[in-house]
Structures are given as C-alpha cells and as structure tokens.
C-alpha cells in the first residue's frame, strides 16, 4: 500500500511538471512571436522615407498589421491555453474518480473479507461447542440463535452483491404489481425483532398502504434500512418503523439515535461502496452497498430516498412513493 502511495505522488508530480511545462513553453511561444513580429514591424518603419507623399498611410498600414499579428497570437495563445487547460482538468478529474473508485474498491473488498469471515467463524465456534458440551435447553437455544442471526447476516450480504451485480447489469427485471406495504413492512420488523430481541423496536404501522413494485426488492429496502439504524444505533436506544399515508403518498421511515450524519455526508453515503472514514479502523460493519441498493431500489419504483437529522440524535431515512 504504502508503494502504491508512493508511485501515485509520483505519477501526479510529473503530471503537474509536464503540465507546467507546456504552459510555460506557451508563455515563451507567445513571446518569442510576439518579438519577432515587433523587429519585423520596426525594420519596415525604418525602410519608409519621410519624404514619401504615403509615409503616413504606409506607416499606419504596418502598425495595423503589427495590431493585428497581436491579436493573433492572444487569440491563438489563449484558444491553445484554454484547451490544454480543459483537457488537463478532464483527465486530472478522470484519473481522481478512478483513484477514488479503486481505494473503494479495495475498502469493499476488505469489508466484504471482514463480514464473511466473522459469521463463518462464529457459527462454525457456536456448532462445535453444540457438538462438543452437552448443554441445558436454554444455552443451547442462545447458541442456536446467535448462530441463525450471523446466518442471517451472511444472507444478506450476499442478497446485497448479488442484487447490486444484477440491478446495474440489467440481469434482474423487477416485477410491477400492487403490494401491500404495511405488511411487508410489519413482516420485516417481525423478523428484526425475533433476530434481535435484546433491541427495543417501536412502530406507527397503518394499514392499506398499497404500492406498485417488486416484492423482494421493497424488502430488501425495508430490511437494510433497519440494519443501517441498528448498525449505528446504541444498544439501549429505540428504533423507530413508521409507515403513514398523506394524501396521494406513502412514507415510510427509520428512525435511529446514533451519533447522525454530518450535513456534507448526506449526500455521499447513498453512493456505491461510499463508507466513512478508513476501513482498518471503521468499527461499525457493512459493505457501503446497502444504502446504495435503498436509493437504487427507491428510485426503481418512482420514490425518493432522503435523510434527515432525528431529533434529539440520530437520522431519519424516508422513503416517499
């Protein structure tokens, strides 16, 4: 990592180099024309003759040319500059966002590493201890529990990249039919609740909330936005589900008491991979897909994804259809 640091200051050094160059080289260009057009414009002037009837007419007419050799060159100098300016800045631009992709990228890469190795290690610990000890029904049901919760995890990680891959592939049509969301919903909120019975979950469910989409995507929207709050959420602290009909529109928000998001992160953390800060020190799990997946499934069925700051602490995601 540290190489590839190194080479990247490397490789952008050089690029400003090389750009300063050209943009010298043009300065001394324009300069050198610019010099050599005044000697050519000062030896004609000398050869004209006072006494000469057109002396004034002539000289005008070579100051004139002289004016116009001027404007020429800033015309052409300037044109040139602006254009080597402007692909200096694309290429600059490109070469940031493909940077910006492949450290994402390699962040992804970790964080997926990272999640597949802890549930697989902790249902394999939890099943030889089922082998090993005999225990008493209630560890055992702990044990069976925490196991079908990293299950669950895993699941839904790979529903996420499977989903993500297809979604922006074109490989996954979504269907269109009418669904009832408050359902939906509620059945998402049961299966959190049965998964992490230690948490308090509170929700303003109503009913007949109908919408036209796909069912298995509207779930997965539902079920990462409560494993985004439940992620960044204290132990101690609520979870809020709210689902309410105003007017012609549906909105359905999480709401979570964790430490929020700042103002000029609100808009990045919906892009793909986008997670904050450096992935050997993040504490908090994920991939940096979920939210991404909420958005591209919101914007799938005609809704929009917003978030905004809870009150006293935390965030509200609302989803609008």
């Known amino acids: 990592m540290l ?24 300065a001394f260009w324009f300069i050198e024309l610019e010099h050599q057009s005044r000697k050519m414009s000062d030896y004609r002037l000398e050869q004209l003759k006072p006494a000469d009837p057109s002396f004034a007419v002539q000289r005008a007419g070579i100051l004139e040319d002289k004016r116009k050799k001027t404007a020429q060159y800033i015309g052409e100098g300037s044109t040139f500059l602006f254009l080597i300016l402007l692909g200096a800045l694309f290429v600059y631009r490109e070469v940031r966002r493909q940077i910006r992709l492949q450290l994402q990228q390699q962040n992804f890469m970790m964080a997926v590493t990272h999640e597949l190795k802890t549930p697989i290690a902790v249902t394999k610990l939890n099943l030889e201890t089922l082998i090993k000890h005999k ?21 839904t990680l790979a529903n996420n990249i499977l989903i993500a891959s297809q979604l922006e592939g ?38 007949d909330a109908t919408v036209i989409g796909d069912s298995f995507l509207l779930q997965l929207l539902v079920s990462n936005l409560l494993e985004n709050a439940l992620k960044y959420s204290p ?8 689902l309410e009909k105003k007017g012609r529109h549906i909105l359905l928000s999480v709401k979570d008491q964790g430490p929020g998001i700042p103002d000029e992160e609100k808009k990045k953390i919906f892009a793909k991979f986008y997670r904050s800060g450096q992935e050997s020190t993040r504490q908090t799990k994920g ?14 069925h005609k809704a929009t994804l917003k978030v905004t700051d809870n009150s006293p602490a935390g965030s509200n995601f609302t989803v609008t259809f």
């Open 287 to 300: 991939t940096g897909l979920g939210l991404y997946l909420c958005r591209k499934i919101a914007d799938d």
């Open 235 to 242: 132990r101690d602290a609520p979870i809020a589900l709210t």
């Open 3 to 26: 190489f590839k640091k190194q080479r990247l200051a490397v490789a952008i050094t050089v690029y400003w180099v090389l750009l300063a160059y050209i943009v010298i080289g043009l």
């Open 135 to 155: 225990l008493d029904g209630e560890k055992q049901q702990k044990i069976i529990r925490t196991a079908l919760q990293e299950t669950n995890r895993l699941d």
């Open 170 to 207: 074109g490989g996954y049509v979504p269907t269109k039919e009418a669904l009832d969301l408050s359902d939906l919903s509620e059945h998402c909120l049961r299966d959190y609740r049965s998964r992490f019975p230690d948490r308090e979950w509170t929700a303003n469910i109503q009913p």
